[in-house]
Structures are given as structure tokens and as C-alpha cells.
């Protein structure tokens, strides 16, 4: 399994990002994929979870924010975040949970007030 995260950066407030994930070495479209991001000092939090079948949720604080989607040809895993806080600035990783948990190397993204 090869997870492939990139899109992070410096971003002022109230704008945008696109994370994207390149996967794999597994049968991507078969697979609930998940984004999680982490602060230093923090634990590691799920942000958003698309399944196979398209359904997603969102962690409370980004809901109507980002969005989460999947082209299963191209195997990539995308978040859109929009209206970005200086409270999102993390390192985002994308995330599969096949026999154990899988982790992308993490891009940072960084928000500005």
C-alpha cells in the first residue's frame, strides 16, 4: 500500500485548498478511504470518510467546509476545503484501514489570520 498525499500550503483565511491523495497497491475502489489531520501535541483526528459506495462524514467543526471525494479510475482521494481557519492549520494525512491502519507522509497545511 502506497499513500501519496499532496495540495498542502500558506493560506490566509476564508481561503482554499485542495488536498489530494494518489493510492496504491490495493483495490482503492473497493475501500473506505479517510483524511485525518494532526497538531502537534494532539492526537490525530479524523476530519472526513468517504466509503466506497460515495457515502461521507465530516468532523463537526468542518462540515459545509471541506469536502471529501474519490475518482476511483485515477485512484485519487481529494479534499476541498473552502472558508479555511487559522484553527485547521494541521498536518493532513490520508488514511486506509485494510488489515491495520495506513498512513500517507502528511502535507501541511497552514492557515493565516
Known amino acids: 500500500v502506497q499513500l501519496q498525499a499532496s495540495g498542502g500550503g500558506l493560506v490566509q483565511a476564508g481561503g482554499s485548498l485542495r488536498l489530494s491523495c494518489a493510492a496504491s497497491?490495493?483495490?482503492?475502489?473497493?475501500?473506505?478511504m479517510d483524511w485525518y489531520r494532526q497538531v502537534p501535541g494532539k492526537e490525530r483526528e479524523l476530519v472526513a470518510r468517504i466509503t466506497s459506495g460515495g457515502s461521507t462524514n465530516y468532523l463537526d467543526s468542518v462540515k459545509g467546509r471541506f469536502t471529501i471525494s474519490r475518482d476511483n479510475v485515477k485512484r485519487i482521494l481529494y479534499l476541498q476545503m473552502n472558508n479555511l481557519k487559522p484553527e485547521d492549520t494541521a498536518v493532513y494525512y490520508c488514511?486506509?484501514?485494510?488489515?491495520?491502519?495506513?498512513w500517507g507522509q502528511g502535507t501541511q497545511v497552514t492557515v493565516s489570520s
Open positions: 488514511s486506509l484501514n485494510l488489515t491495520r491502519q495506513w
Open positions: 497497491g490495493f483495490m482503492f475502489r473497493l475501500n473506505t
